[in-house]
C-alpha cells in the first residue's frame, strides 16, 4: 500500500472492493497491469485502464503469466503514478528515465550527442517553464548531465559548457520575467479589487522566495561554478538577476506590511449587500490609501495609489453588480430594477463625492500633492452609471411600451370605432417591436453591467435607435387617432387608451398638445350649445310639444354639460395639466345657471296659455267617416287635449308644478291615451285593409269589410272620449279587423305563392339536355321519355298546391260564398288563365330548348346530340339509328308532350265552376302557333341534317371500288394479262395506300347535331383492303409456283431427250437436231429465272405463306440447271463418240463395197449406174457425218 502515491490518501481511504481488486491481480498472471485510483470519493483497484477521467492513477505492470515472490517483488514490479496533468507525466518521464540513459550514451559520434542533448536540454527547460507558469510559479529546470563530474573538469568538456550555457541562458529568461512581473495581471472579464493587490504581493513574495531557494541548489550551484570556472560570457548577467531578487523580495515584503493595514476594512466592504451602506466604508478605506502612501517606502508611487483606488472602485462595481438581479428585472420586475438602478447611481456618486472631499482636505494640508489619474480611477464607475442610466430607462421602456410591470397590470390600448382593430394592430406592432429589442438586450444580459465590454454601446443604440422608431409610430399613431375624434368623449377615450405612452419623456410634448386640443374642443362644445340655445329658443321637436319640448331640450343641453363636465374632471386626474382648464369650467356653470333661467321662463309662459275649460274636448265621438278619403274612417279626438297631456307630462317630469284645471284634465289622460291608441289601431287597421284592396278585391271582399263596418259603427255615433264602455268595445273592434287582416295577409300571401308557384311551372323544362352529352338514339328517347314524365309529375305537384292555396282562400270566404259567387269565379278563372299560360309558355321553353340542340343558338353550330355509325353492309353505306328512328324520335317531340300534359285537368273542372270558354290544355297546346312553328323548325333540321350525313356518304366514293368489284373474277382476268412480280407488288401497295388513306379519314365527325363514328366502316373499308392484298399474294404464289414446275418439267423432259442415244444414221440426224434444239433454247429458259426469282422475293416482302418444299425447290433452279447444262455437254460427247463410231462404220461399209465391185467388174455396165447411185448416197452420209 505504501507504494501507491495517489493525492490526498489516507489509510482509512483502503476499502475491502479494493484490495479484493489488488488479491484478483496478483493471483492472475495473465493480468498486466493493476490500476489503483480515486472514482469521486471511493479509492477502486482494477485490472482495466479506467474509461473515465480521474485526478490521478498509480499503475503496477508486470510481464506476461509471471508469478511475483515476496522476495523479489519489488525488484520485478515496474510502478509509477500518473496525474491528469500531461505536461506532468512528460516531464517526470523525460527527466527521470529517458534523458539520463541518453546523457550516458557513448557509442554515438559527439556532433550528434551535442545537437541531440541540447534539444532535449530546451524542450524540457521550456517545458517546464510552461507547466509551472500555469500553476503561477517559477520553477527552473535543473539538468543532471555533469553533476557526477567536478567542475574542474566538467569545464574541459566545451561540448558539455556550452549545453549548460543555453540552460543558463534560459534561467536568465525566466528569472527576469519573475522580477519584471510587479503588477497583478488581471483576465478580460475580470475586476481587481484591493484584497487582490495584498494577494498579489503574497503570491510575489512566495515566489521570488521559492526562486531563491532554487538558486540554493547544489546543482545550480556546481553549473555556476562550471561556467565561472569557463568564464562564460552569460554567467555576470545570471548572477546580478540573483542578487535583485534579494532586493525584490524585500520590497515584496514591505508592500505586505502596508497593505496589510487595509485588508479588514476591504473584507468588511466585500461582506456589504445594500449599496447605501457602501459609502459609510470608504473614508476609512480612503485614509489607509493615503496612510499607505505617505509611510510606505516601496508604494509612494501615483501609480501604485491610482492602481488601490481603481481596485477600490472595482470593489464597489463588483458590489453594486451582486446587488442588482438582472434575471429578475427581465423576468418583469421593473419597479424592483428602478430601485435597484437608482440605488447603484447614488452609491457611486456618492463615492465620487467623498473621494473629492477628502482629496480637497489633502490639498489643503499640502498643496499639490494630490493629483493623481481621476480620470482612470472613475473611469469604470463613470462607465458602470452610464449603464446604470441606460438600464433605468430600458426599464422605463419595459413598463411604457412592454406593458411590464410586477406591481400594476397595465391593460392593452383598446379602440372604438370603426378603424379600432387598425390601432389596436398598431399597438400590438409597437409591442411586438419593443420585445424583439428587449430580446437584443435579453440576449447580452453578459455584458450589460460588464464595464469591460464595450459592444454594449452598440447594443444600447441599437436599442435606442428602436425605441426612437417607436416613439415615431406612436406620435403618427397619436395624430391618426385624433383624426377620426368627433367630440369629447372620443377625444377623452382615445387620450384614454394611450396615455401608457404620455409617461415617455420624449412624447409628452404631444400628448401635452392633444390634451389641450381636448379642452378646446369641450370649450366649442360650451359655445356651440350657448349658440343653439339662443339661435334655437323659438324652435321645438316636432315629436314634442311647443312649451316643454323646449325646456326638454334644454334641459338635455344641461345634461350633456354635466356629462361632459364630470368626464372631464375625472380624466383630469391622469390628463396632463392644461393652462386654460379653469376658464373652460367656469363658462360650463355660467351656461347651466342660464339654461335654468331659460326653462322657468316657458313654463311660466305656459301657464298663463291654458285656457279654463281645457276639457271640453273630452265629449266628442270616438270616430267618424272621413270627409277627404270617402269609405274610411278617422280618429275624432281634440288634438288639443293630447297637447295638453303631452305639456303636463314633461312639465312634470322636469319637477315643475300644473295648474289645477290642466292637472284635472291631465289626470283623465292615461285612459284617454289608451283609448286613442286602440282607437288609432282600429282605423288604421280598417283603412289600411281598404288600401291593400284594389276594386275588384273590394267586390271580392265586400261582405267581410261590411261586417267590420257594422262593428265599429257605435264609436261613430254615441261612443265618447269619458264613455264607460269605450274600453271593450275598442277590444270588440280590434279583434274583428285583427281577424279581418290576418285572412287578408293569407289572401295576399296565397295570391303571392300561387304567382311563383306559376313562375315555376314556367321555369320547368319538360326536357332539358346538357350540351356536353351525346346520346345513342335508343338512350335520347329514353331519357326524353323520362324527363316528360317527371316534368308531368313536378307540375302536378305544383298544380295540388294551386289546388291547396284556392282552398285556403275558399275557406275564408266560405261563410260569404253565397253573396260573392260571381266574384269567386272570376277569381278561380283568373288563375286557371295563369295556369294555361304557364303550362304553355314552359313547353314553349322545352320546344326552344329541342330547337336549340339540334340547330344551334344562332351564332354557334349545335352541340352533338345523338351518336349515328356507318356500316358497310351489301356493298352499301348505311348509318345507324337509319331515318325512320331519328324522325320518329323529334317529329313526334311536341305530340308526345301534349300527351303527357293532357293530364293535368283544369281548375275549373276541380272546383266544378263553369268552364266560361275556356278550353283544355291539351287543345289549347294543339292549337298554339309558337309550338307548333318550333316543332317544324325541329323537322327542318332534321331533314336538313340527313342531307348532310348523305353528303357525308359521298365522301366515300372514291374507295369504293374496294368494295363493289367482284374479287374473283378480277383475279381470273389478271392471271390472264401475265402482269410481272413488280406490277403484284405495286398493286399490293397501292392496296395498302388505300387502306392507310382511308385510316387517316376522321373516325369521329360532328354532323350538325350528330356525332358520326365511321370506325366500323373504316374497318370494313380496311379489311376489303387486306382481302386484296391476300387474293393478289396467293395468285402470285400459284403463278409462282406453276413457272417453278414449268422449269423443273422442262428439266426433266429435255434431259431424257438429250440423253436418248441413236440407234442408227436416221435417228442420228434426229438427235442431232433435238440438240441443236436445246442448246438454242437455253437463253429463253434462262431469261425466265429472273422473273421467278423476283416473284419469289415479292411474296416473301409481303409474307405470304409458301410450303417448304416450293421455297426448297426455288432455291434447288440454279442447281438444277447447272446439273442440266452438265447433261447437254456429257449428251454432246456422247453424239461426237455416236458420230465417230458411225463414221468408222460407214468407212467399213465402202471398203467392202470397193471390194466387192471389183471382183464383180464382168458383170456388166447394166450394174454401174446402181453402183455409182450408191456411192453418191455414201458419200453424202459421210459428209453429213
Known amino acids: 500500500m505504501r507504494m501507491t502515491t495517489l493525492y490526498d490518501l489516507r489509510d482509512e481511504d483502503w476499502n475491502d472492493d479494493a484490495k479484493k481488486g489488488i488479491e484478483n491481480w496478483l493471483m492472475e498472471p495473465r493480468a498486466l497491469i493493476l490500476c489503483v485510483y480515486f472514482r469521486g470519493e471511493k479509492l477502486?483497484?482494477?485490472?482495466?485502464?479506467?474509461?473515465?477521467?480521474?485526478?490521478?492513477?498509480?499503475?503496477?505492470?508486470?510481464?506476461?503469466?509471471?508469478?511475483?515472490?515476496?522476495?523479489?517483488?519489488?525488484?520485478?514490479?515496474?510502478?509509477?503514478?500518473?496525474?491528469d496533468s500531461v505536461e506532468s507525466n512528460m516531464?517526470?518521464?523525460?527527466?527521470?528515465?529517458?534523458?539520463?540513459?541518453?546523457?550516458?550514451?557513448?557509442?554515438?559520434?559527439?556532433?550528434?550527442?551535442?545537437?541531440?542533448?541540447?534539444?532535449?536540454?530546451?524542450?524540457?527547460?521550456?517545458?517546464?517553464?510552461?507547466?509551472?507558469?500555469?500553476?503561477?510559479?517559477?520553477?527552473?529546470?535543473?539538468?543532471?548531465?555533469?553533476?557526477?563530474?567536478?567542475?574542474?573538469?566538467?569545464?574541459?568538456?566545451?561540448?558539455?559548457?556550452?549545453?549548460?550555457?543555453?540552460?543558463?541562458?534560459?534561467?536568465?529568461?525566466?528569472?527576469?520575467?519573475?522580477?519584471?512581473?510587479?503588477?497583478?495581471?488581471?483576465?478580460q472579464n475580470e475586476l481587481l479589487c484591493p484584497s487582490d493587490e495584498y494577494d498579489f504581493w503574497i503570491y510575489r513574495l512566495e515566489n521570488l522566495s521559492a526562486l531563491r531557494h532554487q538558486l540554493k541548489n547544489p546543482a545550480v550551484r556546481h553549473i555556476t561554478k562550471i561556467l565561472v570556472t569557463t568564464h562564460s560570457t552569460f554567467i555576470n548577467q545570471f548572477q546580478s538577476l540573483c542578487e535583485e531578487i534579494i532586493y525584490?523580495?524585500?520590497e515584496a515584503t514591505s508592500n505586505i506590511e502596508y497593505l496589510q493595514v487595509i485588508k479588514q476594512p476591504c473584507a468588511v466592504l466585500e461582506c456589504v449587500i445594500d449599496p447605501d451602506e457602501i459609502s459609510k466604508h470608504i473614508p476609512q478605506i480612503i485614509n489607509l490609501f493615503r496612510f499607505i502612501w505617505m509611510e510606505s517606502p516601496f508604494y509612494n508611487s501615483e501609480a501604485r495609489i491610482t492602481n488601490l483606488f481603481k481596485a477600490l472602485s472595482n470593489q464597489i462595481i463588483i458590489l453594486c453588480k451582486t446587488y442588482i438581479n438582472l434575471d429578475d428585472l427581465f423576468s418583469g420586475e421593473t419597479k424592483k430594477a428602478l430601485g435597484e438602478f437608482s440605488k447603484c447611481i447614488d452609491c457611486c456618486k456618492k463615492y465620487r463625492e467623498i473621494y473629492d472631499v477628502m482629496a480637497e482636505a489633502h490639498n489643503d494640508v499640502n498643496p499639490g500633492s494630490w493629483e493623481l489619474d481621476t480620470g482612470s480611477i472613475f473611469n469604470y464607475i463613470d462607465s458602470f452609471v452610464q449603464r446604470c442610466f441606460d438600464m433605468l430607462d430600458v426599464c422605463n421602456c419595459m413598463i411604457i411600451f412592454g406593458r411590464i410591470d410586477e406591481l400594476e397590470d397595465i391593460p392593452k390600448p383598446m379602440f372604438a370605432g370603426a378603424r379600432g382593430e387598425q390601432f389596436e394592430n398598431k399597438c400590438d406592432q409597437i409591442?411586438?417591436?419593443?420585445?424583439?429589442?428587449?430580446?437584443?438586450?435579453?440576449?447580452?444580459?453578459?455584458?450589460?453591467?460588464?464595464?469591460?465590454?464595450?459592444?454594449?454601446?452598440?447594443?444600447?443604440?441599437?436599442?435606442?435607435?428602436?425605441?426612437?422608431?417607436?416613439?415615431?409610430?406612436?406620435?403618427?399613431?397619436?395624430?391618426?387617432?385624433?383624426?377620426?375624434?368627433?367630440?369629447?368623449?372620443?377625444?377623452?377615450?382615445?387620450?384614454?387608451?394611450?396615455?401608457?405612452?404620455?409617461?415617455?419623456?420624449?412624447?409628452?410634448?404631444?400628448?401635452?398638445?392633444?390634451?389641450?386640443?381636448?379642452?378646446?374642443?369641450?370649450?366649442?362644445?360650451?359655445?356651440?350649445?350657448?349658440?343653439?340655445?339662443?339661435?334655437?329658443?323659438?324652435?321645438?321637436?316636432?315629436?314634442?310639444?311647443?312649451?316643454?319640448?323646449?325646456?326638454?331640450?334644454?334641459?338635455?343641453?344641461?345634461?350633456?354639460?354635466?356629462?361632459?363636465?364630470?368626464?372631464?374632471?375625472?380624466a383630469s386626474v391622469w390628463l396632463m395639466?392644461?393652462?386654460?382648464?379653469?376658464?373652460?369650467?367656469?363658462?360650463?356653470?355660467?351656461?347651466?345657471?342660464?339654461?335654468?333661467?331659460?326653462?322657468?321662463?316657458?313654463?311660466?309662459?305656459w301657464t298663463h296659455n291654458l285656457d279654463e275649460k281645457c276639457g271640453a274636448g273630452l265629449n266628442r265621438t270616438l270616430m267618424r267617416k272621413s270627409a277627404e278619403n270617402p269609405g274610411l274612417m278617422e280618429c275624432n279626438i281634440d288634438v288639443n287635449i293630447l297637447e295638453l297631456g303631452k305639456e303636463a307630462l314633461h312639465w312634470e317630469n322636469l319637477g315643475l308644478d300644473i295648474p289645477?284645471?290642466?292637472?284635472?284634465?291631465?289626470?283623465?289622460?292615461?285612459?284617454?291615451?289608451?283609448?286613442?291608441?286602440?282607437?288609432?289601431?282600429?282605423?288604421?287597421?280598417?283603412?289600411?285593409?281598404?288600401?291593400?284592396?284594389?276594386?275588384?278585391?273590394?267586390?271580392?271582399?265586400?261582405?267581410?269589410?261590411?261586417?267590420?263596418?257594422?262593428?265599429?259603427?257605435?264609436?261613430?255615433?254615441?261612443?265618447?272620449?269619458?264613455?264607460?264602455?269605450?274600453?271593450?268595445?275598442?277590444?270588440?273592434?280590434?279583434?274583428?279587423?285583427?281577424?279581418?287582416?290576418?285572412?287578408?295577409?293569407?289572401?295576399?300571401?296565397?295570391?303571392?305563392?300561387?304567382?311563383?308557384?306559376?313562375?315555376?311551372?314556367?321555369?320547368?323544362?319538360?326536357?332539358?339536355?346538357?350540351?356536353?352529352?351525346?346520346?345513342?338514339?335508343?338512350?335520347?328517347?329514353?331519357?326524353?321519355?323520362?324527363?316528360?314524365?317527371?316534368?308531368?309529375?313536378?307540375?302536378?305537384?305544383?298544380?295540388?298546391?294551386?289546388?291547396?292555396?284556392?282552398?285556403?282562400?275558399?275557406?275564408?270566404?266560405?261563410?260569404?260564398?253565397?253573396?260573392?259567387?260571381?266574384?269567386?269565379?272570376?277569381y278561380v278563372r283568373r288563375f286557371d288563365r295563369l295556369l294555361e299560360d304557364a303550362i304553355r309558355l314552359s313547353i314553349k321553353a322545352t320546344m326552344q330548348n329541342m330547337y336549340k340542340c339540334v340547330h344551334g343558338d344562332g351564332t354557334m353550330a349545335p352541340s352533338p346530340l345523338i351518336k349515328m355509325k356507318l356500316y358497310l353492309r351489301d356493298k352499301e353505306i348505311i348509318y345507324l339509328p337509319d331515318k325512320n328512328e331519328i324522325e320518329d324520335t323529334f317529329t313526334t317531340f311536341l305530340e308526345e308532350i301534349i300527351h303527357v300534359m293532357s293530364t293535368v285537368p283544369r281548375i275549373f273542372e276541380k272546383f266544378a265552376l263553369p268552364s266560361g270558354g275556356l278550353r283544355r290544355f291539351k287543345e289549347v297546346l294543339q292549337m298554339d302557333t309558337?309550338?307548333?312553328?318550333?316543332?317544324?323548325?325541329?323537322?327542318?333540321?332534321?331533314?336538313?341534317?340527313?342531307?348532310?350525313?348523305?353528303?357525308?356518304?359521298?365522301?366515300?366514293?372514291?374507295?369504293?371500288?374496294?368494295?363493289?368489284?367482284?374479287?374473283?373474277?378480277?383475279?381470273?382476268?389478271?392471271?390472264?394479262?401475265n402482269h410481272t412480280a413488280i406490277e403484284f407488288e405495286q398493286l399490293i401497295i397501292n392496296y395498302s395506300d388505300l387502306a392507310n388513306a382511308v385510316q387517316i379519314q376522321e373516325t369521329y365527325n360532328q354532323i350538325h347535331f350528330v356525332s358520326l363514328n365511321s370506325h366500323q366502316l373504316k374497318k370494313a373499308i380496311i379489311s376489303h383492303c387486306l382481302v386484296w392484298q391476300t387474293k393478289l399474294g396467293e395468285l402470285l404464289r400459284r403463278i409462282t409456283e406453276y413457272d417453278i414446275d414449268v422449269i423443273y418439267n422442262y428439266v426433266e423432259k429435255n434431259s431424257e431427250d438429250a440423253m436418248k442415244?441413236?440407234?442408227?444414221?436416221?435417228?442420228?440426224?434426229?438427235?442431232?437436231?433435238?440438240?441443236?434444239?436445246?442448246?438454242?433454247?437455253?437463253?429463253?429458259?434462262?431469261?425466265?429465272?429472273?422473273?421467278?426469282?423476283d416473284k419469289m422475293t415479292t411474296l416473301a416482302k409481303f409474307d405470304v405463306e409458301l410450303s417448304s418444299d416450293m421455297m426448297t425447290r426455288h432455291e434447288n433452279i440454279p442447281v438444277l440447271w447447272a446439273d442440266y447444262l452438265t447433261l447437254l455437254e456429257e449428251a454432246k460427247k456422247a453424239l461426237e463418240m455416236n458420230k465417230d463410231k458411225f463414221k468408222a462404220e460407214l468407212l467399213e461399209q465402202a471398203e467392202d463395197s470397193s471390194e466387192s465391185r471389183a471382183t464383180k467388174n464382168g458383170e456388166g455396165t447394166r450394174k454401174i449406174g446402181g453402183s455409182m447411185g450408191l456411192s453418191i448416197s455414201m458419200g453424202g452420209i459421210m459428209g453429213k457425218i
Open 1061 to 1093: 442415244m441413236p440407234a442408227d444414221l436416221k435417228e442420228l440426224a434426229s438427235t442431232m437436231a433435238t440438240y441443236e434444239r436445246l442448246m438454242d433454247d437455253l437463253p429463253r429458259m434462262e431469261k425466265t429465272f429472273p422473273a421467278v426469282t
Open 248 to 250: 525584490k523580495r524585500k
Open 930 to 977: 309558337d309550338c307548333n312553328k318550333l316543332q317544324s323548325l325541329i323537322d327542318a333540321e332534321i331533314y336538313f341534317n340527313l342531307e348532310l350525313i348523305k353528303e357525308h356518304i359521298h365522301m366515300w366514293d372514291p374507295y369504293s371500288h374496294i368494295w363493289t368489284v367482284d374479287k374473283d373474277e378480277f383475279m381470273i382476268k389478271y392471271r390472264e394479262e
Open 431 to 570: 409591442e411586438h417591436m419593443f420585445n424583439n429589442a428587449l430580446d437584443k438586450v435579453r440576449a447580452v444580459t453578459h455584458t450589460i453591467l460588464d464595464v469591460q465590454a464595450p459592444s454594449w454601446y452598440d447594443e444600447v443604440l441599437q436599442f435606442r435607435t428602436v425605441i426612437k422608431d417607436i416613439e415615431i409610430i406612436i406620435e403618427n399613431l397619436v395624430e391618426t387617432v385624433f383624426e377620426g375624434v368627433n367630440h369629447v368623449e372620443e377625444a377623452v377615450i382615445a387620450l384614454y387608451s394611450l396615455n401608457s405612452y404620455s409617461k415617455r419623456k420624449n412624447l409628452k410634448r404631444i400628448f401635452k398638445r392633444k390634451t389641450a386640443e381636448v379642452w378646446a374642443m369641450f370649450s366649442d362644445e360650451v359655445q356651440e350649445a350657448k349658440k343653439d340655445m339662443v339661435s334655437t329658443r323659438s324652435q321645438h321637436p316636432a315629436d314634442l310639444p311647443c312649451f316643454s319640448g323646449r325646456a326638454v331640450v334644454l334641459q338635455m343641453r344641461k345634461n350633456r354639460l354635466i356629462y361632459l363636465k364630470k368626464i372631464m374632471t375625472d
Open 44 to 83: 477502486s483497484a482494477s485490472c482495466d485502464i479506467p474509461l473515465f477521467p480521474v485526478y490521478d492513477l498509480t499503475y503496477f505492470v508486470r510481464q506476461p503469466d509471471y508469478i511475483f515472490k515476496v522476495d523479489t517483488f519489488h525488484d520485478e514490479i515496474v510502478f509509477g503514478t500518473f496525474v
Open 577 to 605: 395639466p392644461c393652462s386654460n382648464s379653469e376658464d373652460v369650467i367656469m363658462h360650463v356653470n355660467r351656461l347651466m345657471g342660464a339654461i335654468d333661467v331659460a326653462i322657468r321662463e316657458l313654463w311660466i309662459s
Open 660 to 826: 289645477l284645471h290642466a292637472y284635472q284634465v291631465y289626470m283623465k289622460m292615461k285612459n284617454v291615451f289608451y283609448v286613442y291608441e286602440s282607437v288609432l289601431a282600429v282605423v288604421k287597421g280598417y283603412n289600411k285593409i281598404l288600401d291593400s284592396l284594389s276594386d275588384e278585391e273590394r267586390l271580392l271582399f265586400k261582405p267581410l269589410t261590411t261586417a267590420c263596418e257594422k262593428k265599429v259603427q257605435p264609436g261613430i255615433t254615441k261612443l265618447t272620449w269619458t264613455s264607460t264602455m269605450s274600453d271593450a268595445y275598442i277590444a270588440d273592434c280590434v279583434v274583428q279587423i285583427g281577424e279581418l287582416q290576418d285572412f287578408l295577409t293569407t289572401y295576399k300571401n296565397c295570391n303571392i305563392n300561387l304567382v311563383k308557384i306559376m313562375e315555376k311551372v314556367c321555369d320547368t323544362p319538360l326536357v332539358e339536355f346538357d350540351i356536353y352529352n351525346v346520346f345513342e338514339i335508343k338512350d335520347l328517347r329514353e331519357n326524353i321519355r323520362e324527363m316528360q314524365i317527371e316534368g308531368a309529375e313536378k307540375i302536378l305537384e305544383m298544380y295540388k298546391e294551386i289546388i291547396t292555396y284556392l282552398i285556403i282562400v275558399y275557406e275564408g270566404f266560405e261563410p260569404y260564398i253565397g253573396q260573392m259567387a260571381e266574384y269567386w269565379v272570376k
Open 91 to 187: 516531464i517526470e518521464i523525460l527527466e527521470n528515465v529517458y534523458a539520463p540513459y541518453f546523457f550516458a550514451i557513448t557509442t554515438w559520434p559527439d556532433s550528434v550527442k551535442s545537437e541531440f542533448c541540447t534539444q532535449i536540454h530546451t524542450f524540457l527547460a521550456k517545458l517546464t517553464d510552461m507547466y509551472y507558469k500555469m500553476l503561477g510559479l517559477t520553477v527552473l529546470y535543473i539538468p543532471r548531465e555533469g553533476q557526477q563530474l567536478s567542475f574542474e573538469k566538467a569545464s574541459t568538456d566545451l561540448e558539455l559548457v556550452k549545453r549548460l550555457e543555453g540552460v543558463v541562458v534560459y534561467w536568465t529568461h525566466q528569472i527576469k520575467s519573475c522580477l519584471e512581473d510587479q503588477a497583478f495581471v488581471a483576465s
